[in-house]
């Protein structure tokens, strides 16, 4: 088998992995650098379980070649934070019991930050087209879905007060427990 | 031309494994400081036994969620729990929870008693204190009375609960308990019909559990919604036919050469599919239950899938006997007329 290095930075940092010609890489982040929140599910690109950020992108790891990352940008869950200091994309997902197994979770954030990281202003129907390549089976996608809305509240009310144009109490976001009104036009949460 | 239709569709659901013993156990601690650590065999995959556990002790012990360690599903330390199947957990591990807690309070209420000069059936654990429930003033602090049990009454503020469900099986009449309680689950569903492809919107699900008690109601919530989604799938996009029944051969119903192999063509729903959906749950309290509780497990995901059936039929007129309900049934059911 014919290993070679390839260096590439993971969550801010360099890092260096022996690979092989058709290691996926999926694997040369879960074998390689031992990065398990990456799942491996799948891994014909249906399920969204190993989706990472590459290069501002949400992709599937399972069908990039390992050797086409040299000197580009990944980002896993870790990238996003680690308790106690957690994206907000981390807290609502946790605090509106928007997981139950986890197992969708890691790429299901990283689908809903590569979303957030070009627009902040989405609607329902823009967060339901960014997560539609994760499959979960647990929570019928709708905290899913709230968690991505209140988290981009969150972001658009810190942005404008570090920008001086909007200076607003910070609030715990909450959401609005009698119903689940996904479907509807406006933000799904309160 | 479009046109719409509703349906609904109710069930009852046994909890608990119905046909073998199934136990769970648990060991409380109250350590001397006055935090507490549960060990039971109870396996939380994600649907959250560990969270109500904690919860329901937090509420028997009356001391704050984060003085309450779980330790569990360790096969070398943990006591026996059969599973987390048959939507049991919540039920069965909360009440051999609560069974090791009534325990591990005997010996807190003798040293509260004592010191208070009380009865100890007159005690009661709220907000990190014992007080006597006639007069708050008298009271011990939840941390002191661990304390003062260690070391001054020396009795250890352990116990060790364990829960049997009944399982008596059904005689030649069908009659027998082989479920301590049953719970209940309705949809109502709203679909839109195409008439002339066929294809079916799920505009709206309302979907409900009675649970008993809710112990988190967000996350019975969170668990409404997904069996809605998955029964969505059931009624409309997956299939394993003939992958699964055996048939051979081709007919004018089925393509036999038809092998999903992938999620992508066994058709699970993703989040475009998910519709205008309101989850919640009825409260109808348990006297069997912990805190009044009974489950909300598997049975979401069953009335989701006839409720669909029911509107399209409401809306077409079109009976779907098998699913999932195709574009290509469905005009079949039209054209038959």
């Known amino acids: 088998?014919?290993?070679?290095?390839?260096?590439?930075?993971?969550?801010?940092?360099?890092?260096?992995?022996?690979?092989?010609?058709?290691?996926?890489?999926?694997?040369?982040?879960?074998?390689?650098?031992?990065?398990?929140?990456?799942?491996?599910?799948?891994?014909?690109?249906?399920?969204?379980?190993?989706?990472?950020?590459?290069?501002?992108k949400a992709v599937n790891s399972c069908l990039v070649l390992a050797a086409s990352i040299e000197g580009k940008t990944v980002t896993t869950i870790e990238g996003l934070g680690l308790p106690p200091n957690l994206h907000p994309l981390q807290e609502a997902f946790a605090s509106l019991g928007a997981?139950?197994?986890?197992?969708?979770?890691?790429?299901?954030?990283?689908?809903?930050?590569?979303?957030?990281?070009?627009?902040?202003?989405?609607?329902?129907?823009?967060?339901?087209?960014?997560?539609?390549?994760?499959?979960?089976?647990?929570?019928?996608?709708?905290?899913?879905?709230?968690?991505?809305?209140?988290?981009?509240?969150?972001?658009?009310e810190s942005a404008s007060i570090l920008s001086g144009t909007n200076v607003t109490r910070r609030e715990k976001v909450s959401v609005v427990r009698t119903g689940t009104a996904t479907g509807s036009q406006q933000e799904g949460g309160e | 031309?479009?046109?719409?239709?509703?349906?609904?569709?109710?069930?009852?659901?046994?909890?608990?494994?119905?046909?073998?013993?199934?136990?769970?156990?648990?060991?409380?601690?109250?350590?001397?400081?006055?935090?507490?650590?549960?060990?039971?065999?109870?396996?939380?995959?994600?649907?959250?036994?560990?969270?109500?556990?904690?919860?329901?002790?937090?509420?028997?012990?009356?001391?704050?969620?984060?003085?309450?360690?779980?330790?569990?599903?360790?096969?070398?330390?943990?006591?026996?729990?059969?599973?987390?199947?048959?939507?049991?957990?919540?039920?069965?591990?909360?009440?051999?929870?609560?069974?090791?807690?009534?325990?591990?309070?005997?010996?807190?209420?003798?040293?509260?008693?004592?010191?208070?000069?009380?009865?100890?059936?007159?005690?009661?654990?709220?907000?990190?204190?014992?007080?006597?429930?006639?007069?708050?003033?008298?009271?011990?602090?939840?941390?002191?009375?661990?304390?003062?049990?260690?070391?001054?009454?020396?009795?250890?503020?352990?116990?060790?609960?364990?829960?049997?469900?009944?399982?008596?099986p059904v005689d030649e009449y069908g009659q027998g308990e082989p479920s301590d309680t049953y719970y209940y689950h309705g949809t109502v569903a709203e679909v839109e019909v195409d008439t002339e492809t066929g294809e079916v919107d799920v505009l709206k699900l309302f979907a409900l559990v009675d649970c008993g008690r809710a112990i988190n109601p967000m996350m019975v919530e969170g668990q409404v919604e997904g069996g809605a989604i998955q029964a969505l799938g059931w009624a409309l996009r997956e299939d394993t036919y003939p992958y699964c029944t055996g048939v051979t051969g081709a007919s004018d119903q089925f393509n036999p050469d038809f092998r999903p192999i992938s999620f992508s063509d066994y058709g699970i729903a993703?989040?475009?599919?998910?519709?205008?959906?309101?989850?919640?749950n009825v409260e109808i309290i348990e006297p069997e239950g912990p805190f009044g509780a009974k489950a909300a497990g598997e049975i979401v995901a069953n009335t989701g899938a006839p409720a669909i059936i029911n509107a399209i039929y409401n809306a077409v007129g079109v009976r779907i006997r098998d699913l999932p309900a195709t574009p290509e049934k469905i005009l079949r059911g039209l054209k038959a007329g």
């Not at chain 1, 993971?10 to 990065?35: C, D, W």
């Open chain 2, 270 to 280: 993703t989040a475009m599919d998910m519709p205008e959906m309101f989850a919640s």
């Open chain 1, 99 to 156: 997981t139950q197994c986890g197992f969708c979770t890691p790429g299901m954030i990283l689908s809903a930050k590569a979303l957030l990281d070009e627009n902040l202003e989405v609607s329902v129907e823009d967060v339901k087209r960014a997560l539609s390549g994760n499959l979960c089976r647990c929570t019928g996608y709708a905290k899913p879905v709230q968690a991505v809305l209140s988290a981009a509240r969150t972001m658009r």
């Open chain 2, 1 to 168: 031309m479009k046109k719409r239709g509703k349906g609904v569709a109710v069930c009852i659901y046994s909890q608990t494994i119905t046909n073998a013993p199934n136990p769970c156990s648990a060991y409380v601690q109250v350590k001397e400081d006055g935090s507490a650590v549960i060990q039971t065999g109870a396996c939380d995959l994600g649907q959250g036994s560990t969270t109500v556990i904690t919860q329901m002790a937090s509420e028997a012990l009356g001391i704050d969620f984060g003085k309450i360690t779980v330790h569990t599903a360790d096969t070398e330390t943990t006591p026996f729990d059969t599973g987390s199947v048959s939507s049991r957990l919540t039920y069965v591990a909360g009440k051999a929870v609560l069974a090791a807690i009534e325990e591990v309070k005997n010996v807190l209420f003798t040293t509260v008693a004592r010191k208070l000069g009380v009865k100890p059936d007159r005690l009661i654990c709220k907000d990190g204190k014992i007080s006597y429930m006639y007069d708050p003033q008298k009271y011990m602090s939840f941390s002191q009375a661990a304390f003062e049990a260690h070391f001054v009454d020396r009795r250890l503020p352990h116990g060790k609960g364990e829960y049997y469900p009944q399982n008596i």
């Open chain 1, 1 to 56: 088998m014919d290993k070679r290095a390839i260096k590439f930075v993971l969550n801010g940092e360099q890092v260096e992995v022996y690979i092989t010609p058709k290691m996926n890489l999926l694997t040369a982040l879960r074998e390689g650098i031992g990065v398990t929140s990456v799942k491996r599910s799948c891994e014909r690109g249906d399920c969204g379980a190993c989706t990472v950020i590459l290069d501002g």
